[in-house]
């Protein structure tokens, strides 16, 4: 499975994403961010081949209409409240992501 994972500036929540499921979950994972200020900007590369798309907040979903609509995707509503691998976010992440992951 290829998952992506996108959030704002890909610079908190979106590569503690790719991390911890890459690491835990041994899971093919990459990050992006919808801003032009993000450490990686979404491409359309990242979009291609990926089986999963997780966004961080409905308005990332938004971003990319055209490029996203034949992908699986899910909105993971976690807001913009935490730091990299910050130990409540990487608990949610571990909450709300594994029930996507065997579908």
């Not at 996108?6 to 503690?16: A, H, K, L, V």
């Not at 491409?43 to 308005?59: C, N, Y």
Request: proline share 5%; net charge neutral.
């Amino acid at each position: 499975m290829n998952t992506l994972f996108i959030c704002s500036r890909n610079q908190w929540r979106s590569p503690t994403a790719e991390r911890v499921f890459a690491v835990d979950y041994g899971i093919r994972t990459r990050s992006a961010g919808t801003s032009r200020h993000a450490k990686h900007s979404i491409s359309s590369k990242d979009v291609a081949g990926t089986d999963l798309i997780s966004v961080m907040e409905q308005k990332h979903k938004q971003k990319f209409p055209q490029q996203l609509q034949h992908k699986k995707i899910i909105v993971l509503d976690i807001p913009d409240d935490y730091h990299y691998m910050d130990e409540a976010l990487i608990a949610l992440l571990q909450d709300v992501v594994p029930p996507y992951l065997g579908e």
